[in-house]
């Protein structure tokens, strides 16, 4: 409304003009100066066009910003949400640098279609269909000529887009392939100085770096070369009006020999409108390209817009404290295209026993996990206690877990801050004691920050050994009854996983545990070790702590 606003203040400027210099020019002709009483007239209306229409103008902008910046925020937030429940399988939607490329530079890339592109398309049918009647009121040949011209610049704006379209397409995934790959490399650099492949890895960098740069280039060449083509076909038919109306003027008409069809000031407007006429369609030629930028973004997203996630719908509150018993019947899960995750499976851990899973890769023990996280959908039933799982209030009940993944994720922030993002109310007491609990305290408290001491990206400055007696911390500030502990020192040596196996062994006392792992060195204090043969029966083994 802003927008078509601003159009009439331009048709009645350009009117007010043409009457002014058309008075002039009359007074001029028949040899009388101009006298300013007519401009005096029209100041007051001109000084509201000319002011009005910048400040109409910022006010769309403004109002077109502010909801791009809305929708983005919209957008991102939808984003997460499929992200966040998949939680663990989070990794079907790419790697952590693709999904981040996608939640930054794919969204943002709407803004030029939103703030732009979107109202454009309102004004260049509304502003012509304006300017054109206005022109019909002094010359019908001359709104004919604007009207018949301006299917010229959509006619090639369509062509030349549909080609930049498809060049942005492969722009945002070549983008996002060199993110993912970026972001891998970056944290394997460490691998890579042992491997000394750091040439290699700067030169696959350089090569993707550069085909990225050639995308950009073929998008740009669209963008410039549909900006030309428009410019030109709008240019022509201002051209094809100038010529009709001057020689309008001149009386030397083909059709119209000694007669001015249209007078000076009538011609005079409608020169003063023409260029703004076309306005429109040019910059919609120019906005082109957003929306192509946009098309490729959303493509790039929809995977994730569409991915139907599964909702938890229980909402009964949860009616224990302490370690519950858990009691698992026929639990079996499909994963995409109907592939079985995990065949149908029955146990029962009573409250505080603490269990290892077993079995070859790929026979479900992780997703036992993602099942009781509640991350993923099964068959079957998970019992707590005597209420199922299914009904309960899952954010309840996530908070009485404790989660421990083979690696865990640490922010760049200090080690206090990591902490607290298990009790974000810790005090610097309850954290030294949970460090002393775990075994880093003696080493910390010989750093000059101490807990303030500083990580970098995933923990970068600390051994993997000891990132994993922090994430251990963590789950103890949690205090949760149950822990769900997902191959924790697979990636660790021998006798840096031994000592983890013995500290969770001991900190574990009274919680019901369940940990996946492919080892038992250091799990002597287990009450039962199950195996999970592939598509075959459950084998129980007895623990040290084996109970009759």
């Not at 949400?81 to 663990?88: E, M, T, W």
């Not at 012509?128 to 010229?152: D, F, K, N, Q």
């Not at 003027?249 to 119209?256: E, Y």
């Not at 051994?463 to 009854?481: F, K, T, V, Y």
Request: some cysteine.
């Amino acid at each position: 409304m802003l927008a078509i606003a601003a159009v009439a203040l331009l048709v009645l400027q350009s009117y007010l003009l043409s009457l002014l210099f058309a008075d002039w020019l009359t007074a001029l002709a028949n040899g009388q100066s101009p006298t300013p009483t007519l401009l005096t007239s029209l100041l007051p209306a001109l000084a509201l066009c000319l002011l009005g229409r910048p400040l109409l103008h910022y006010g769309r902008e403004q109002l077109s910003v502010q909801a791009s910046q809305q929708v983005r925020l919209t957008l991102r937030q939808q984003l997460l949400q499929p992200i966040a429940a998949a939680g663990p399988g989070k990794s079907q939607y790419g790697t952590d640098g693709a999904i981040s490329t996608k939640l930054l530079e794919q969204v943002d890339a709407l803004d030029g279609f939103i703030s732009r592109y979107y109202v454009q398309r309102y004004l260049v049918l509304v502003t012509p269909v304006i300017m054109a009647l206005a022109t019909a009121y002094y010359s019908l040949l001359a709104a004919a000529i604007l009207l018949l011209t301006a299917p010229l610049v959509p006619m090639f704006m369509i062509l030349l887009g549909n080609a930049a379209a498809s060049a942005s397409q492969k722009q945002f995934t070549e983008l996002s392939r060199m993110g993912g790959r970026f972001l891998d490399l970056v944290r394997g650099i460490a691998t890579l100085r042992q491997l000394n492949a750091l040439d290699r890895a700067s030169n696959s960098v350089a090569h993707a770096a550069e085909r990225y740069r050639d995308s950009s280039m073929r998008v740009l060449k669209m963008a410039f070369l549909s900006g030309a083509v428009l410019e030109f076909f709008s240019a022509l038919a201002i051209a094809l009006l100038a010529l009709y109306l001057g020689l309008g003027l001149l009386g030397i008409l083909p059709w119209a020999k000694g007669e001015i069809p249209v007078p000076y000031q009538g011609a005079l407007f409608i020169l003063l409108l023409a260029p703004e006429f076309y306005a429109p369609l040019r910059q919609l030629g120019s906005d082109y390209h957003a929306k192509a930028l946009a098309e490729a973004a959303i493509t790039e997203l929809q995977p994730i817009l569409l991915q139907q996630a599964w909702q938890h719908n229980g909402n009964q509150p949860l009616s224990f404290a302490a370690a519950p018993a858990i009691h698992i019947n026929q639990l079996s899960i499909a994963g995409a295209e109907g592939r079985q995750r995990l065949a149908p499976l029955s146990i029962a851990i009573a409250a505080g026993e603490r269990i290892a899973l077993q079995g070859p890769s790929g026979c479900g023990k992780s997703s036992v996990l993602d099942a009781l996280l509640g991350f993923t959908p099964y068959q079957g039933e998970i019992w707590l206690n005597q209420q199922a799982l299914s009904e309960v209030n899952l954010p309840q009940w996530q908070a009485k877990l404790g989660y421990m993944a083979q690696q865990s994720r640490f922010i760049a922030a200090s080690i206090a801050e990591n902490l607290r993002l298990a009790m974000p109310a810790a005090t610097d007491e309850q954290l030294k004691q949970v460090l002393h609990q775990v075994e880093l305290w003696p080493l910390l408290s010989r750093l000059p920050l101490g807990l303030d001491t500083l990580l970098g990206e995933r923990g970068l400055g600390l051994s993997g050994g000891q990132l994993q007696r922090l994430a251990l911390a963590q789950l103890l500030l949690r205090d949760a009854p149950i822990w769900l502990l997902d191959e924790p020192a697979a990636h660790l040596d021998g006798a840096t996983a031994y000592r983890l196996h013995q500290l969770i062994g001991r900190l574990s006392l009274g919680k019901t545990v369940i940990i996946v792992s492919h080892q038992l060195h250091g799990l002597d204090w287990l009450d039962q070790v199950i195996q999970l043969p592939e598509g075959g029966n459950l084998l129980r083994q007895g623990g040290a702590n084996a109970r009759a």
